[in-house]
């Protein structure tokens, strides 16, 4: 299942299916997480070789952990350079890994990651607000923590997706 968005200001589709979206996902950092995700986007060609080491690097630099009132969340993005296709994926993982926060720079664990790839700077802020619509919503993202498959996940975030997605 492929959900695809146009976008009216760029001539730029953004990708959300199943084939990114991990649960499960069982890895001791957030660099494994990047690296298992960022292959997904590459087999798919959504992405450039470069891309899961743009993550790392980019997180390093810029952390994007958030701490929301039920469980903690990443927002991982990199540089256009390294992105063919915008896309997102979804990450939920088996047990919490180690972000820093990305106002405070603070140790936190973190559950689920949503990880961004645009092309064009106004699609990452769309996005990012898209986001940050679910992870308000406690109800939603616990429920994303607690699925059992990809297409349990993308039916919970499909709702607020709805205005910039073509469903």
Request: charged share 25%.
């Given at each position: 299942m492929t959900?695809?968005?146009?976008?009216?200001?760029e001539d730029a589709r953004l990708i959300l299916n199943e084939d990114l979206i991990e649960f499960g996902l069982d890895v001791s950092n957030f660099q494994e997480a990047f690296l298992i995700m960022g292959q997904n986007f590459i087999k798919h060609k959504f992405v450039k070789e470069t891309y899961p080491n743009a993550l790392i690097e980019r997180e390093k630099a810029y952390p994007t952990g958030l701490l929301t009132s039920s469980i903690g969340i990443a927002i991982p993005h990199t540089d256009p350079i390294h992105v063919i296709k915008g896309s997102m994926g979804i990450g939920v993982l088996k047990r919490p890994v180690i972000f820093k926060t990305m106002d405070t720079r603070e140790e936190m664990e973190v559950s689920v990651i949503f990880m961004?790839?645009?092309t064009h700077p106004s699609a990452?802020?769309?996005?990012?607000q898209k986001v940050i619509e679910?992870?308000?919503d406690d109800k939603t993202l616990l429920r994303i923590k607690e699925s059992q498959n990809k297409k349990e996940i993308l039916n919970l975030v499909r709702p607020f997706l709805e205005?910039?997605?073509n469903l």
């Open positions: 959900v695809e968005m146009e976008n009216q200001q961004l790839a645009i990452q802020l769309k996005m990012l679910i992870i308000k205005d910039i997605f």
